[in-house]
């Protein structure tokens, strides 16, 4: 495949379509991720660690669910949740990286945040597309 044949598909309509909606789902993901933050410390009196815990936790469910199926055009399926756990894990490794650099290096921590924020959503809007929701490959039937 020509490198002019993948760039012009990465900036097809359809794919930035599909990073447009890619971007909705992550505000909305992390609104999410928001609230269930806010309402464990305010209304459940939790420790802000628990409470980060439930906005992670729902703010991922989101996540998946949007990208898999408003994104990505899928079901979602054990499969897809598995490698999207694994992109998401790996971003987050990823994320610890930057944040430890930069802070060493004295940025500021809002210019690490949307460091980090661009950063991120670049990888891992590589990893699901290329990886997490690739369509499944048919395997070809046995003649016997």
Known sequence: M???YRVSHLLSREEMERLARYIVVGLGSTGT???AYIAAILLAGSPVWLAACAGFVAGTGVS???NAIWTFGQKAEARSAIRFMAVVTSSFSVNLVIAALLDWAGAHYLIIFCVETVVLTALN???HMLWTFRPYRQEPS???
Do not use: I
């Open 2 to 4: 020509s490198v002019y």
């Open 33 to 35: 991720y928001f609230v």
């Open 64 to 66: 998946y669910l949007g």
């Open 125 to 127: 809007y590589a990893g």
């Open 142 to 144: 046995r003649q016997s």
